[in-house]
């Protein structure tokens, strides 16, 4: 996946998310590919409370980069039960055979009652009462009319992409910079030593990578080898996860694993396993 990609978002866009959401009392999201939100509406009360005052935040978003990940690799939507006891689906938005971005929608009640994970958590009646309140106003479907919903859902994509209501620019310096790790990336190229080979300086590729997606080089370099990885992982099931660490440019397969979970939400032998 080219990272050197910047996302534009027409206007129309806020309406489409605007009566899609109202229709069916649902949040729209807009995640880049890095999972840096571009559009978005407000979670609902309960999510507020399971980040919030239960102090779940980081798990949530654990959970969004987990299965966009797993959206990207199948490239089609997915939908799951979140570790709160909502369902949740995640639409993959690809543009000129490129992944870009997300469609994150939900949340909906698929049970009556909030799971035993949860409620373990509830140090107090007044929590207890917060959250069972805010669970209570969560949108239900049955299953045959959730799937209609989501197909809906997933024919309004294909209209925004093909009505170029999302769209991509590149920029040419990045794109230079994002091929030349790509070639030495086994060599895990400094910022200093990929200036040097094409005849720039490094605060020239720091600004143009930060106009772009607003990250440092380091930052953009760890990108293209983790997603270089996660590439060699899914179609050479053959290849260990320390040749695969070795072969991206990282030294310490350990580290390799745990930057790996980190960025995508689950381990390289959890990917090896199930694919």
Do not use: W
Not at 122 to 139: C, R, V, W
Not at 142 to 152: A, G, M, P
């Amino acid at each position: 996946m080219n990272n050197t990609l910047k996302i534009v978002l027409k206007d129309d866009l806020q309406q489409i998310f605007t009566s899609v959401s109202e229709a069916f009392n649902m949040r729209m999201s807009v995640m880049d590919i890095n999972m840096k939100a571009l559009q978005f509406q407000p979670i609902c009360s309960y999510c507020h409370a399971v980040q919030n005052t239960l102090g779940l935040l980081q798990l949530c978003q654990e959970n969004d980069k987990k299965y966009c990940s797993m959206a990207q690799s199948k490239k089609k939507a997915v939908s799951y039960t979140c570790h709160a006891g909502l369902r949740e689906a995640v639409f993959p938005i690809f543009i000129e055979n490129e992944a870009i971005g997300f469609f994150i929608v939900g949340q909906f009640s698929s049970s009556s009652t909030i799971p035993l994970s949860i409620r373990r958590k509830i140090k107090s009646e007044e929590d207890q009462n917060e959250i069972n309140n805010a669970f209570n106003l969560i949108t239900s479907y049955e299953e045959h009319r959730l799937n209609s919903i989501l197909k809906l859902i997933e024919i309004t994509t294909e209209y925004v992409i093909d009505k170029k209501i999302i769209s991509i620019k590149r920029n040419l310096l990045s794109d230079k910079v994002y091929d030349y790790i790509i070639q030495s990336i086994d060599k895990n190229p400094t910022a200093e030593e990929t200036a040097a080979a094409m005849n720039m300086s490094t605060s020239s590729i720091n600004k143009a990578l930060k106009q772009v997606h607003g990250s440092s080089f380091r930052q953009f370099s760890n990108k293209i080898r983790l997603d270089k990885a996660k590439q060699l992982l899914e179609e050479n099931c053959n290849m260990s996860i320390m040749d695969v660490s070795f072969k991206v440019g990282i030294q310490d397969s350990l580290y390799f694993s745990r930057i790996f979970k980190r960025e995508y939400g689950f381990s390289p032998k959890f990917l090896k396993r199930n694919n």
